[in-house]
């Protein structure tokens, strides 16, 4: 298994605003995925991000919305720029521990709402 | 793209069997898997299908049948700590990238 760690757990933001989101994984992993989860949804892939490349953005989500970092195979950031009432949503990072299993590892998400 | 279809919400007993079906519309298939999430948790992993048939796991079965686009989850012997929601996740293509179902709601009443 893995231990994911995401920070913050929750943030109140002004519209207009963005919020940056941290993950942190226990071990070295090829790609790490961030997920949206909007209230009483489902999970929405965002992105793939690879390490020393730039990260792959699903249909409906761009980079200048959603930059993502990842400086290297344990870390990886995901922002959420100019903040809008509908990006109030729980952003998850995962990870894929066993390459092709399809078992994701989830963090605990972080919970945004947007004033 | 893919469109996946699952019931909103299941009610059983304690000690009951329940089965979440889920059907799927997809090209490149590479697996069929299901995940279960508590309120306010992140998901965890149930089970993996990428062969059709029947997958046991203690309590828990999956079965995939990869010609008709579907599967289901199989809950056996109910505990109250099933009530949870139960996501239908389809893999085509690259390593990792899973779309969700909508996700199953099972409550799960003494």
């Known amino acids: 298994s893995a231990v994911i760690s995401q920070k913050p757990s929750r943030d109140i933001c002004q519209r207009g605003t963005s919020l940056t989101i941290q993950c942190q994984v226990d071990s070295q992993v090829t790609m790490m995925f961030w997920y949206r989860q909007q209230p009483g949804q489902s999970l929405t892939l965002i992105a793939t991000?690879?390490?020393?490349?730039?990260?792959?953005?699903e249909s409906g989500f761009v980079i200048d919305k959603f930059p993502i970092s990842r400086p290297n195979l344990t870390f990886s950031t995901l922002t959420v720029s100019n903040l809008s009432p509908e990006d109030s949503s729980i952003y998850l990072c995962?990870?894929?521990?066993?390459?092709?299993?399809?078992?994701?590892?989830f963090g605990e998400g972080s919970r945004l709402t947007v004033l | 793209g893919q469109n996946i279809d699952q019931p909103t919400e299941m009610t059983a007993t304690e000690g009951a069997i329940v089965q979440i079906n889920c059907t799927y519309q997809?090209?490149?298939?590479?697996?069929l898997f299901w995940y279960q999430q508590h309120a306010g948790e992140a998901p965890t992993f149930l089970s993996y299908n990428v062969l059709d048939g029947l997958e046991e796991k203690g309590r828990f079965s999956s079965f995939l049948s990869r010609s008709k686009g579907y599967s289901y989850l199989l809950l056996k012997e109910l505990q109250m700590k099933d009530s949870a929601s139960y996501l239908c996740?389809?893999?085509?293509?690259?390593?990792?990238?899973?779309?969700f179902g909508a996700g199953t709601q099972v409550v799960v009443t003494p």
């Open positions: 996740a389809v893999r085509s293509g690259s390593w990792g990238k899973l779309q």
């Open positions: 997809t090209s490149g298939f590479n697996g």
């Open positions: 991000a690879n390490q020393g490349s730039e990260a792959t953005y």
């Open positions: 995962s990870v894929e521990l066993a390459v092709g299993t399809g078992e994701l590892f």
